[in-house]
């Protein structure tokens, strides 16, 4: 849970940034338009694009912007067709990586997640390599400004959450993903601000990562993440706060 509490921190510093805005609006608009092409387009009846559309809003994504998302997913709009596609590897220091992307030319998308693999010292490997190592659950991140520690274990036992983890940068909540909506719902019920939340890939077990292998890691991360084509990137790095901390920025 360490290493996914360390990524995250990055990234949600990483998203915040104005610059990449306009790439943050694209990755959220395609998980709106895919989870209406799965699921369809009515929002109270499909959890997915419920879960999309709080995630856009929240990113202050238009609101036309996610209603067009949503024909084009539904086929009321002519828009590409994205099909679902994950990539595994290894990186720096046996670090297992999962990649998920959304494309419309798999050929394509491959090839850039190849590249950006051996050009980091990482690995591209078969699929289910590593996808293994990881769960799929529910994840929030409160930062401790938001309450105290003791209100903090209060509500995970509250809203009954399969796990919880505090720490000085970040309070952590873990469900089922069954009850991601619900946990997402009942905290914005309650004005809790959340720095991250989202269904997350965490991993079972982290690998510790150090020195120059921890900087060649991270802009694999850094590449993998700003490629066009990538949703999502999770790592079961572990890594020191003082070394990471030098290594952001």
């Known amino acids: 849970m360490s290493g996914h509490s360390k990524w995250s921190t990055i990234k949600r510093k990483k998203a915040a940034a104005d610059a990449k805005r306009g790439k943050v609006f694209t990755k959220l608009l395609r998980e709106v338009t895919v989870a209406a092409r799965l699921g369809g387009g009515d929002v109270a009846a499909n959890p997915r694009l419920r879960a999309a559309v709080q995630d856009a809003r929240a990113n202050n994504v238009p609101n036309d ?121 009942a905290l914005a019920e ?21 020195g120059d292998k921890l900087r060649q890691l991270l802009r694999l991360l850094e590449a993998l993440e700003d490629l066009d084509d990538v949703q999502n990137v999770w790592a079961n790095f572990d890594a020191d706060d003082q070394a990471l901390a030098s290594q952001e920025g």
């Open 65 to 185: 912007n996610i209603e067009r998302a949503i024909a084009k997913g539904t086929g009321e709009l002519e828009g590409v067709s994205l099909e679902e596609v994950t990539y595994e590897g290894y990186g720096p220091g046996g670090v297992a990586v999962l990649v998920e992307a959304m494309t419309d030319n798999r050929n394509r998308t491959v090839s850039e997640v190849r590249h950006v693999f051996n050009k980091y010292g990482g690995n591209l490997g078969e699929n289910g390599c590593v996808a293994w190592m990881f769960d799929q659950r529910g994840y929030f991140a409160i930062e401790p400004e938001a309450m105290d520690e003791e209100a903090f274990v209060e509500l995970a036992l509250e809203l009954g959450v399969e796990d919880l983890a505090t720490g000085d940068d970040l309070y952590e909540l873990f469900t089922s993903p069954a009850d991601y909506n619900a946990t997402k719902e």
């Open 190 to 210: 309650r004005g809790i601000p959340v720095a991250v939340g989202q269904l997350s890939m965490i991993p079972q077990s982290t690998v510790r990562v150090e």
